[in-house]
Antibody, heavy 117, light 109 residues
Framework: QVQLQESGPGLVKPSQTLSLTCTVS??????????WSWIRQPPGKGLEWIGY???????YYNPSLKSRVTISVDTSKNQFSLKLSSVTAADTAVYYC?????????WGQGTMVTVSS | QSVLTQPPSVSAAPGQKVTISCSGS????????VSWYQQLPGTAPKLLIY???KRPSGIPDRFSGSKSGTSATLGITGLQTGDEADYYC??????????FGGGTKLTVL
């Protein structure tokens, strides 16, 4: 049973970089069958896709966030990570990692990140 | 502003049927598969439907999906109070970007 778990700071100061990690258990991130994605959800709002990565390191980002987003993968640790730079209050959200093959079929429980001084 | 348009809310009585629409364009729904997600209060989204009309293992056949042209529909029959949740459609576009609808809140009266 594949499971995903997000981890990282719950509070980030404005203008700094948000960093999160998603640990995959019960399956290998290097299997090649899936992409691995980040999605976020501001409080009381809908889902916003951030981007995804393949185990080889190929990435695709939401054009609206592309200039500030970096997604990377560490196959040795079975993890992938998100960095979002120059954050503002508008980046306050629950951040989810998810497995993708056409659809987002397995999600992490999500982690709340607040941007505030 | 979501690329995919869903009604903000729908409601129906227990045991009844409800449909939720998702409208897009030829650049997204029109040429790509649609998926649907259920988000119960305080929890992560859960995949309900993929490839327009397929159900993952464990999803009851009360949930169904369909697609026609640039629109898709989620159907739920035999409504239960436990179905009260937010429902999101999702798809891809030609640049391999994912999009979600704005979400529909289902109330079971």
């Amino acid at each position: 049973q594949v499971q995903l778990q997000e981890s990282g700071p719950g509070l980030v100061k404005p203008s700094q970089t948000l960093s999160l990690t998603c640990t995959v258990s019960g399956g290998s991130i290097s299997s090649g069958d899936y992409y691995w994605s980040w999605i976020r959800q501001p409080p009381g709002k809908g889902l916003e896709w951030i981007g995804y990565i393949y185990y080889s390191g190929s990435t695709y980002y939401n054009p609206s966030l592309k200039s500030r987003v970096t997604i990377s993968v560490d196959t040795s640790k079975n993890q992938f990570s998100l960095k979002l730079s120059s954050v503002t209050a508008a980046d306050t959200a629950v951040y989810y990692c998810a497995r993708v093959r056409g659809a987002f079929d397995i999600w992490g429980q999500g982690t709340m990140v607040t941007v505030s001084s | 502003q979501s690329v995919l348009t869903q009604p903000p809310s729908v409601s129906a009585a227990p045991g009844q049927k409800v449909t939720i629409s998702c409208s897009g364009s030829s650049s997204n729904i029109g040429n790509n598969y649609v998926s649907w997600y259920q988000q119960l209060p305080g929890t992560a989204p859960k995949l309900l439907i993929y490839d327009n009309n397929k159900r993952p293992s464990g999803i009851p056949d009360r949930f169904s999906g369909s697609k026609s042209g640039t629109s898709a529909t989620l159907g739920i029959t035999g409504l239960q109070t436990g179905d009260e949740a937010d429902y999101y459609c999702g798809t891809w576009d030609s640049s391999l970007s994912a999009s979600f609808g704005g979400g529909t809140k289902l109330t079971v009266l």
